[in-house]
């Protein structure tokens, strides 16, 4: 296989694996099953929940499997990106990935584990779990953003960058775009926040809270309400970005983004009230993990498609 297509695949599968690794992770937290493996890496001393619930443990299997199924897909990011910085030390042109930033994301993934150790270890303090949630869509960005670059490099399918054909303020439109993922940045920590404190039940009510159009900020109410705030602030800008995108004079690719952007958005909203009105079922509060993971996947598309042609990761 030539050594191009090889650091894609490798790319791809370390991207599909880090997607269900955040998302598991959340529905591992919210089926409250984030303890039942209280030593780290094994599981009462062994590999396996079935090892544990063996030598009469008290473990609850079913919940500790959950937990210990995210642990294994977590090593196997691990052991994927260092592939891919081995890979990428080879010193053939041209270079596919750079080393630097190919290393920097194992550096980023044994981050990311050290913090899942301390989330057992520190019984779910809610600044770890937040953390530990960051360094995980910060490994999925990442993973994205190389994703996108070795597609460029290879065809012009999805395009290298953007092509401004005669005016469209491209500068302006790309400008937009880093504000729109800074507010989603920001909004999704905010979102952590909300979960790890198992806020979520603060307002359950929609549009008020508590029958309240302004609860204030005490407690859990008011960490759901900065959340809600924080939501609204970030879907004007997002929906900006995406239209300023679109009335630019661009390649496919970012009007394609622009959509993706638009259509993440809606669904995600569309998440974040039923799961309100339902009363917040697990299904719909993990679906709500996962989409802010592809809003955020959709938003980064469209900071890679309006960089000019040829940066890549």
């Known amino acids: 296989m030539p050594r191009a297509k090889l650091l894609r695949s490798l ?13 598991l992770g959340a529905y591992v ?44 897909l977590a090593a196997t990011l691990g052991i994927l990106l260092i592939v891919i910085a081995a890979l990428a030390l080879q010193k053939r042109t041209p270079r596919i990935v750079a080393p630097g930033y190919a290393w920097g994301l194992v550096a980023l993934v044994v981050t990311q584990g050290i913090f899942g150790m301390l989330t057992v270890t520190r019984q779910l303090d809610p600044a770890i779990v937040t953390t530990h949630l960051l360094f995980g869509l910060s490994t999925l960005s990442l993973l994205w953003w190389l994703v996108l670059s ?6 012009g399918v999805w395009g290298s960058g953007a092509s401004f054909a005669g005016g469209g303020d491209p500068a302006g439109a790309r400008a937009l775009a880093t504000v729109a993922f800074v507010m989603l940045a920001v909004q999704i920590v905010l979102g952590g926040w909300t979960s790890s404190h198992y806020a979520a039940t603060g307002c359950p009510d ?16 008011g960490i759901h309400f900065l959340h ?45 009230v039923t799961m309100v009105v339902k009363g917040f079922p697990l299904w719909l509060a993990t679906a709500h993990n996962a989409g802010a993971a592809l809003l955020l996947l959709a ?8 960089r000019p042609n040829g940066r890549t990761a």
């Open 206 to 221: 929609f549009p008020t809270c508590q029958g309240r159009w302004w609860p204030g900020f005490e407690g859990n109410p």
């Open 29 to 72: 937290r919210l089926s409250a099953a984030g303890l039942s493996c209280p030593d780290w890496p094994g599981c009462y001393g062994h590999f396996s929940p079935a090892g544990a619930a063996a030598s009469d443990t008290g473990v609850e299997v079913g919940k500790a499997w959950k937990e210990m199924v995210h642990r294994y």
């Open 299 to 306: 938003v980064i598309a469209l900071n890679r498609a309006l």
């Open 228 to 272: 809600r705030l924080g939501a609204l602030a970030t879907t004007l800008v997002l929906a900006w970005a995406a239209a300023r995108a679109l009335r630019s004079r661009t390649g496919g690719f970012a009007h394609r983004a622009a959509l993706a952007v638009l259509a993440a958005l809606g669904l995600q909203l569309v998440i974040g």
């Open 11 to 23: 790319a791809i599968a370390a991207f599909l694996v880090c997607f269900t690794v955040v998302v």
């Open 150 to 155: 070795t597609r460029g490099r290879r065809s």
